[in-house]
């Protein structure tokens, strides 16, 4: 468990700012504008509905109470026995801790794991809340830029060069928010041979499932000195049931647990039981899901090759690109808001995403097809002022 800690968490810890875009937009739509949508990361899908017929079961069956602290015993085993299934990787539902959405997961990780001074490192681009749960738990992020060229994807020389005592874990996630970019087999492999005994590679795959060539893989498939992020938001459109869990070594598993049973306590119980559901019965809602994110990720890329800000490497994961703007701005997060003001489109800036972001805009293509085009019309109007 951690040691003392520093007087005030809130220190360091960065704003969202994609949600500062999202909240400004909500505004504007109030006072009349029409706003598209390309900013936010959510499913515009529904649930699928034998998740909801479960919850709705649950609570006629008074599933209201509290469960485990690890959570469900049946929800555990059903994670062990999908991973199983998707990655042949064996797992115990011991090692299987439930929570309300993987936000909670990583506070788990970060906060068993960590001391005072620890490092972590991370990428750059980043989800913007690794860092802030990093600095939460004490720890320091320690950033490795990657590029544009590479798929927004380590170089693991770079890696070893920053490499010390202190670094207790490697942060990876595929599918990447914000770069939409997928590690190969190989290169998992390749970042798990840096772990050690008191070195742990923590693996965010909440965007398993939204995978569009080739197939999603697991670091558990190369390590077992790993923390494994995953949940329901995004793969099965259950972004407000706030569902998550976290697989980790058997030996952290105690301090987790104890960390969840003063934090959380447990996840929601009726929730739990619409996971199952999830897991077992929405696979072909999922496929239609993908075919269609699929559909507008083609749309969008080819679209942006024409205005001649598509990545270098195109993604083919979770439902994002990473725009290059660099010729029309050092500063995305003016540009961002001026492109709010001006055409009505919600972007989120790449600075919020990290230092070597800067000079690019995420677009995310949870929205229509017939929206994308629209917000896209209008992006290309607003660029073609700028020059």
């Known amino acids: 468990m951690n040691g003392q800690r520093k007087e005030s968490r809130s220190c360091g810890i960065s704003p969202f700012i994609v949600m500062d875009v999202l909240e400004k937009a909500q505004q504007l739509e109030a006072a ?112 490795v830029p990657v590029r544009e060229e590479d798929g927004f994807k380590y170089r693991k020389s770079e890696i070893e060069h920053r490499l010390s005592d202190r670094v207790r874990a490697i942060m990876v996630n595929s599918p990447a928010n914000p770069t939409g970019n997928v590690f190969s087999a190989a290169e998992l492999s390749e970042m798990a041979s840096l ?74 119980s009726f929730i739990q039981s619409a996971a199952i559901a999830a897991l077992r019965d929405c696979d072909s809602h999922v496929s239609d899901m993908v075919s269609t994110y699929d559909k507008r990720r083609r749309y969008l890329l080819e679209r942006l090759g024409k205005m001649g800000i598509a990545p270098t490497v195109l993604p083919t994961g979770a439902f994002y690109v990473l725009a290059n703007i660099k010729e029309y701005t050092d500063d995305s997060y003016s540009f961002a808001f001026e492109c709010l003001e001006k055409a009505g489109v919600a972007v989120a800036p790449g600075i919020d995403f990290g230092p070597n972001c800067e000079g690019y805009i995420r677009i995310s293509y949870a929205n229509s097809i017939e929206n994308i085009r629209e917000g896209l019309d209008r992006l290309e109007q607003f660029l073609a002022a700028k020059k």
Not at 43 to 51: A, G, L, M, R
Not at 199 to 228: C, M, P, W
Request: include cysteine; charged fraction near 20%; hydrophobic fraction near 35%.
């Open 32 to 143: 009349g504008r029409h706003i598209v949508h390309l900013e936010i990361g959510e499913p515009d899908f529904d649930t699928p509905e034998p998740v909801k017929e479960a919850m709705l079961k649950a609570l006629r069956e008074n599933d209201t109470h509290y469960t485990h602290s690890l959570g469900k015993t049946e929800l555990r085993e059903e994670i062990a026995d999908y991973y199983l299934r998707i990655y042949n990787v064996k797992i115990s539902p011991e090692q299987v801790l439930v929570t309300s959405g993987t936000s909670p997961a990583m506070l788990l990780i970060f906060s068993a794991l960590l001391n005072d001074g620890d490092d972590v490192i991370i990428s750059d681009p980043y989800y913007a809340c690794y860092p802030n749960h990093i600095k939460f738990a004490g720890g320091n992020p320690v950033c």
């Open 195 to 268: 772990a050690s005994e008191n070195r742990f590679l923590i693996s965010d795959e909440i965007y398993h499932g939204l995978t569009y060539e080739g197939k999603d893989h697991s670091i558990l498939e190369f390590t077992d000195q790993a923390f494994v992020i995953n949940g329901f938001s995004k793969k099965y459109a259950m972004t407000g049931w706030r569902l998550g869990y976290v697989i980790a070594p058997q030996k952290m598993m105690r301090t987790m647990q104890i960390l969840q049973q003063n934090l959380f306590i447990s996840a929601c």
